[in-house]
């Protein structure tokens, strides 16, 4: 069973008049949950879908990345404690108009979302969106029996709000992918649920019937309907009806996606027509509509390379389109170019392939000059066939067309040119041109062009050419081209595509997109960080969580970082001038996040230390009460008698506390007291005048601690 279900809240982009009238800000809380409980069968894809459903709000559903959450795999404790920390989010809106989106993705039943062993109720669920202070809350469930949420009140569709440009719409909508007594189902093919699929492909544009370049509620909604509909009739499933609770009031546009502020995008030409599939570089299926003849559609995609194929009535076509930033190519019927490897297929089936349970190759072709099946295979230098369910064990190379069930194991190389679902062992190399899902171990390299789950385990190379959805072992390089769920461990580098769940484990260098784990490696880059970096180097955008290393940066940081050398873009840079009894002049420079700093210091002794100097080194933290602010560092350096190149054997160190007032927004006061301490060796000592002072002294060795206070500016 496929439980996957839609919450969302309510989004409305204002209309093209409107946008200096009304501010409007939208969230999105997105959960995806593959595990239901230790009676559910693990989903495959929920997951995936939040992410899709999450980007596809990013792109084009005007959700800003600071304001919206994806939530994986939650506890039922989890999943109320983000309500809540939405709710007071949105409580905290000012002179704004807020709408909210909530997408769930998982496990559910006729009463509730099954978050492993734990139920969150639809009276839950439904409660807490209702207290949400939103203008508009939208609530989408793609599960089993999610139509249960809708049939508790009986939504009645009013389309009056979907027919003008105002923005006065309030209340709720709730979205299922399946009624109350339904199955809600995913698609290997797909790659995902096939009621988030096409609601996805709707929200890109395939569902804009009026060709306005929006997409409203009502317009994705009948298009997933169809589409979902359509193609559950004959699985075995059975067929998917999902429903709706609308109840909402005024007038206005409920628009949930504008391609007009898409980066990117494809438009596909009047004279184009047929059932179109738009996939990626990594074969994921991104959009998928009927498109008529005499009509343009457009479609909003990510910058990339693109496969678009089209079943129409005079066969089976295809063009690859690279997408640049900001353009919008226009593909017509006339860049098409038939598919010459189209098997001819007999009505109502496959094309059929030869059975042999038992094949036996000697010659040296790389593939069979018929398709043949097989049990297994054994060849002297190469073992052929176009499909293997079973096993395949050759000296040279084993090379299998198309898709590979089973255990193929080569002395020196596994060519599969489709899926591969079992495991591929080698002492050179595993090329599979499609989906790896399974093991594959080799001593040399690991490639699969599709997505990889399970296991890569090479002594040189892994490659997933799309997503990782389980672990990667090399001791040289591994890369992924799309997201990675799980683990890579190398011993050179980590090379991440998309984001990162997990962790990326290296001797040299990890690179990865937005990441919730671990990154550890001497240099660690990573776009937004929920989690820790550890390293010599550790660069980051926004992170919540710790930064431990020699040199941290970062965009912002809600956490810790631990390091000589903190740089963060959001966070304090403060030169400041200060003064003592013992010293007169004193430089410092401070920078590093709101609340931890790194502190540099010099300045020169009063006349009682004629022609001396000290520069020091410490750390600090800050706490804000706006305007004030109170600092706490520690320092350690050395005094210098001029600028001698010879070593002076001293150490001097300083505990500070200080209290700030910010005047302007580059200048502020400040005041505080400090303990300093000197220790010195063969003769070396610092006089203290002015100061009540504790000395130590013995032979060659002498010890001070005095208390101080101090006076400054700041900018």
């Keep these: 069973m496929r439980p996957l279900a839609w919450l969302a809240l309510l989004a409305a982009l204002p209309g093209p008049g409107l946008a200096a009238e009304v501010a409007v800000r939208r969230y999105a809380l997105v959960i995806g949950a593959n595990d239901g409980g230790p009676n559910r069968i693990r989903l495959q894809y929920a997951l995936r879908d939040a992410a899709a459903f999450a980007a596809v709000l990013r792109e084009l559903g005007g959700v800003a990345a600071e304001d919206e959450t994806l939530l994986l795999e939650p506890s039922r404790a989890a999943l109320h404690a983000t309500l809540e920390a939405l709710r007071v989010r949105l409580a905290a809106v000012r002179d704004a108009r807020t709408e909210l989106l909530v997408y769930y993705s998982g496990h559910s039943d006729e009463e509730g979302l099954l978050l492993g062993g734990e139920r969150f109720a639809y009276a839950e669920l439904r409660e807490a969106l209702r207290q949400m202070p939103a203008d508009v809350r939208v609530g989408v469930l793609d599960s089993c029996a999610s139509g249960a949420l809708t049939r508790a009140k009986g939504g009645v569709l009013r389309p009056p709000f979907l027919l003008d440009e105002s923005t006065q719409v309030t209340g709720h909508a709730f979205l299922t992918s399946s009624s109350a007594d339904e199955a809600a189902q995913e698609s290997d093919t797909l790659g995902g649920s096939f009621f988030t699929h096409y609601l996805i492909s709707g929200l890109r544009g395939a569902a804009d019937t009026t060709g306005d370049g929006r997409v409203t509620l009502n317009e994705s909604y009948q298009f997933a309907f ?165 096993m395949a064990l050759s000296l040279g190379v084993n090379a299998i067309a198309a898709r590979a069930d089973g255990f193929v194991l080569a002395f020196g190389l596994n060519l599969i040119g489709g899926d591969l679902f079992g495991i591929a062992w080698t002492s050179g190399a595993n090329v599979i041109a499609g989906r790896s899902r399974g093991l594959g171990v080799a001593a040399g390299a690991n490639i699969a062009d599709g997505d990889v789950e399970l296991l890569q385990l090479a002594g040189g190379l892994n490659v997933a050419g799309a997503n990782l959805d389980g672990a990667q072992l090399a001791g040289g390089l591994n890369i992924a081209g799309g997201e990675v769920d799980g683990l890579m461990l190398a011993g050179g580098f980590n090379l991440a595509g998309g984001a990162l769940r997990g962790a990326q484990l290296s001797a040299g260098f990890n690179r990865a997109g937005d990441t919730r784990g671990l990154q550890v490696a001497a240099l660690n880059l990573a776009g937004d960080l929920r989690g820790l970096q550890l390293g010599l180097v550790n660069v980051a955008g926004v992170v919540h969580g710790v930064q431990l290393g020699l040199v941290n940066v970062a965009e912002d940081i809600h956490g810790l970082p ?111 007291g400090s303990l300093g301490a000197f220790a010195g060796w063969d003769g070396e000592d610092m006089r203290i005048p002015g100061a009540p002072q504790i000395v130590h002294s013995e032979r060659d060795h002498v010890q001070r601690y005095w208390p101080s206070f101090f006076a400054g500016v700041q900018i």
Excluded: C
Excluded at 372 to 388: I, P
Excluded at 566 to 588: F, I, K, M, T
Excluded at 633 to 648: I, K
């Design 226 to 390: 169809a589409e979902t509909l359509a193609r559950t009739e004959k699985t075995q499933g059975g067929a998917q009806h999902p429903s709706y609770d609308i109840q909402l009031a005024g007038t206005g546009d409920l628009v949930l996606t504008d391609l007009r502020v898409a980066n990117a995008g494809l438009e596909l030409g009047e004279g184009l027509a047929g059932r179109v599939f738009v996939r990626n570089t990594g074969g994921q299926l991104v959009a998928e509509l009927n498109k008529p003849a005499g009509r343009r559609v457009t479609l909003g995609l990510e910058p990339g390379a693109y496969e678009v194929t089209v079943r129409g009535a005079q066969g089976l076509f295809a063009a690859r389109v690279a997408i640049g930033t900001n353009a919008r190519p226009v593909l017509e019927s006339e860049a098409l170019t038939p598919l010459s490897s189209e098997p001819t297929v007999s009505r109502g089936g496959p094309p059929a392939l030869a059975h042999e349970p038992v094949r036996v190759t000697l010659l040296p072709a790389l593939y069979p000059s018929q398709p043949v099946r097989s049990e297994l295979l054994l060849g002297l230098l190469v073992g052929n066939a176009t499909e293997l369910n079973g």
């Design 562 to 672: 631990i390091g000589l050398v903190n740089w963060v873009e959001r966070g304090q840079r403060h030169l400041a001038y200060w003064a003592s009894p013992q010293e007169y002049v004193n430089l410092d420079f401070r920078f590093g996040s709101r609340h931890v700093y790194t502190l540099l210091m010099a300045g020169f002794e009063s006349e009682a230390q004629p022609n001396r100097w000290y520069a020091a080194f410490g750390f600090g933290a800050t706490a804000r009460f706006d305007p004030l602010f109170l600092n706490v560092d520690l320092s350690a350096g050395a005094n210098r008698r001029g600028f001698r190149a010879e070593p002076q054997a001293n150490v001097r160190a300083q505990l500070r506390l200080m209290l700030g007032v910010e005047l302007l927004s580059h200048l502020s006061l400040f005041v505080g």
